[in-house]
């Protein structure tokens, strides 16, 4: 039982040292083009998915309310989002991309895949789906407690 709950905690401590490592280097690639990591990751959802509400972004990206709004704020004074009155529902926003935004997207999009194709090396394609597999099960089971310990 102990090796057990040794080989979770180093599971844990690994991947948030991944989750920063990737957040450095994105921050560092991503400095030339004047974003950080999560400003490209909002940019990225859209770009992916314009039609998204603020709050299905909020979801995808697994941020709190607040902190997708500073992000938003942030690439509003950047000139990079609008916020435009959703015509359907006035208390909502909409979240436009500007041309801008638009010009950024080769340049974020190289350096994405130049850091995650980095991250991969030494995986075939094999480990990689089942490392995915085994992630996607992890992240499963810590959404579950966490509804549970919301009811």
């Known amino acids: 039982m102990l090796e057990h709950a040794n ?20 921050d560092q690639r991503l400095a030339d083009l004047g974003l950080t990591q999560a400003q490209g990751e909002v940019l990225f959802m859209l770009w992916q998915n314009p039609d998204l509400s603020q709050g299905q972004l909020r ?3 697994g941020v709190t309310a607040p902190t997708l709004s500073g992000l938003i704020d942030t690439l509003a004074y950047k000139g990079l989002i609008e916020r435009q009155a959703n015509p359907a ?11 801008r935004a638009q010009m950024l997207r080769n340049g974020y999009m190289e350096i994405k895949a130049t850091v995650t194709n980095a991250f991969a090396t030494g995986l075939s394609e094999a480990e990689l789906q089942l ?18 310990n919301s009811r």
């Open 89 to 99: 529902d006035p208390r909502r926003n909409n979240l436009v991309l500007t041309d």
């Open 131 to 148: 490392l995915s597999q085994w992630l996607k099960q992890l992240n499963h089971n810590l959404v579950d407690i966490t509804t549970q």
């Open 59 to 61: 979801q995808q990206l």
């Open 7 to 26: 080989n979770v905690a180093q599971v844990c401590y690994y991947l948030k040292q991944i989750n920063l490592a990737y957040t450095r280097l994105m």
